[in-house]
């Protein structure tokens, strides 16, 4: 039986006609240039329109279709069991800014669909963290008390209205869902009318700091500005930020399904391995479920058609399958703190500013980032700009985790160099794909279900990392950093820039 759609496609992508939108082919002069078209970048020049200044929008690939094209699509304040540790690292008032500003990141978008009026299938649920690990009993307890002196409306739980084993929940109220990308439709046509100039397959490689900064695309043309948003995953430029070494990227995967049993309502993760998220959607008058999880580092997990087939099986026994309709898979970034960076790169870079790390939850985040940046460049105080710059340091959460991290880098820089299979690479079969030894490197093979044969490098060209074969994307991801390369090579998600070499096995 074929359980899942052959090919992976989200349901907000599949379901949402996006406009595009030209390549630049000129030389251009703005206020600000904001790169990056997903929720943060579009949200971003959205919030500066209003204010009046002349703003661009360029995008390397299409709008849209990258992390926000693949969410969850929770709005929400309840970040995991973020609050406790916020309190235990950077104080009560901190962990207080952090809820407000997330809040104040949920009511932008709630206010936004209200003035524009937008049909997004926003509702507003309760929002549930679970466990059923022992372990985890006393994690959850100790969020709770964290709730309460921040003032969180909560309430501590040992059941959820599902019909799963639980040992303890505690809940936030008053939290949101929507589909993210009629939302961000509607937030696209308003820049275009407004004269917002918007950009697609324009790829920012460099800045030039002049007396204007300059970005450079990959096609030789200059966009000339005062400020440079870059609301990329990776940014753009990191010109001595380092921020390869300070973000680590994770995998996440969703289905969507018909279920057989109704749903109670309400937004669902727990807090152990491996985890499970779920919530519904209303799509055509029909209800869906989208369940997800399986979190693993980038290029570290098994195969990936074994995580989709763990969330089948959790959602068989759980809801119950009547159809199949959606399957993809996501890629988010950390910081070594759990706290975004949202702000200028570097302190010798004032007018270049970042927005980056929201973890998995970047339908809040990215709007809360989009005013912080809105903020800075006005030159309005804002109180938050502290917690969230790029530039904090935090002992305590961040030296640990920076180790940790970069310490796996190198497991994996030494490891993979020798990871190779038996197989000859006449054996392959169609829609697989394996590692060689071609002529002394180390190569990358797959046969697509036509049996055309793409070999390629697998050396990765940010730093030297071996890839590994993503099954489910047909991808190559570098388990060290995150970068992701299609079967011809190109970079699909950085912070790799170059291609991959193409190999010829016949020379």
Request: glycine residues 6%.
């Amino acid at each position: 039986m074929q359980y899942f759609p052959q090919t992976p496609q989200s349901l907000w992508i599949e379901t949402e006609t996006i406009p595009h939108f030209p390549t630049l082919k000129e030389d251009i002069s703005v206020d600000v240039a904001v790169i990056g078209g997903g929720i943060a970048g579009i949200t971003t020049a959205y919030v500066l329109m209003q204010e009046g200044l002349k703003v661009v929008l360029i995008d390397a690939d299409e709008l849209l279709k990258g992390t926000t094209g693949h969410t969850t699509a929770k709005i929400t304040a309840q970040h995991g069991l973020v609050y406790h540790e916020l309190i235990k690292h950077f104080g009560k008032e901190k962990a207080e800014m952090y809820f407000k500003a997330n809040q104040e990141g949920a009511e932008l978008i709630q206010t936004t669909i209200e003035k524009l009026n937008i049909a997004c299938s926003y509702d507003q649920h309760t929002a549930y963290i679970y466990t059923n690990a022992q372990e985890y009993v006393k994690k959850i307890e100790q969020e709770y008390a964290a709730y309460n002196k921040l003032h969180i409306k909560g309430e501590l739980k040992d059941d959820i209205p599902i019909n799963i084993p639980v040992k303890a929940a505690i809940t936030m109220e008053h939290q949101a869902q929507f589909h993210p990308l009629t939302y961000m439709h509607a937030l696209v046509k308003q820049l275009d009318q407004q004269g917002v100039m918007i950009f697609e397959h324009t790829e920012a490689i460099d800045i030039k700091e002049e007396k204007n900064i300059k970005v450079i695309t990959k096609n030789d043309k200059t966009i000339s500005c005062t400020y440079v948003c870059s609301c990329t995953h990776f940014p753009f430029y990191d010109r001595a930020g380092l921020y390869f070494s300070r973000l680590y990227a994770e995998r996440s995967y969703l289905l969507a399904i018909k279920p057989i049993k109704a749903f109670p309502g309400g937004m669902y993760v727990n807090v152990e391995n491996p985890t499970r998220t779920f919530r519904e959607i209303i799509h055509h008058n029909e209800k869906l479920l989208l369940v997800g999880g399986e979190n693993h580092k980038a290029g570290q997990g098994s195969l990936e058609m074994q995580h989709y087939e763990a969330l089948r099986h959790f959602a068989k026994n759980t809801f119950g399958i009547e159809q199949y309709l959606y399957r993809w898979s996501t890629q988010d970034l950390s910081t070594l703190d759990n706290v975004p960076y949202i702000g200028p790169m570097t302190k010798k870079h004032p007018n270049i500013l970042i927005a980056t790390g929201f973890k998995k939850w970047g339908m809040t985040t990215s709007h809360l980032a989009a005013m912080l940046l809105r903020d800075y460049i006005l030159g309005k105080r804002n109180s938050y700009n502290e917690l969230f710059s790029p530039i904090r340091f935090e002992a305590a959460p961040m030296v640990k985790t920076f180790l940790s991290t970069n310490l796996d880098v190198a497991k994996h820089f030494v490891k993979d160099k020798f990871d190779l299979q038996n197989q000859n690479i006449c054996e392959l079969q169609k829609d697989e794909a394996a590692i060689f030894r071609i002529k002394g490197k180390r190569a990358g093979a797959y046969k697509d279900k036509n049996g055309k044969l793409y070999i390629v490098d697998t050396t990765c060209t940010h730093l030297g990392c071996e890839l590994q074969w993503n099954s489910g994307d047909r991808t190559w991801d570098c388990p060290c950093h995150g970068s992701r390369f299609n079967i011809t090579g190109e970079v699909i998600e950085g912070p790799a820039k170059q291609p991959l070499t193409i190999l010829n096995i016949e020379e």
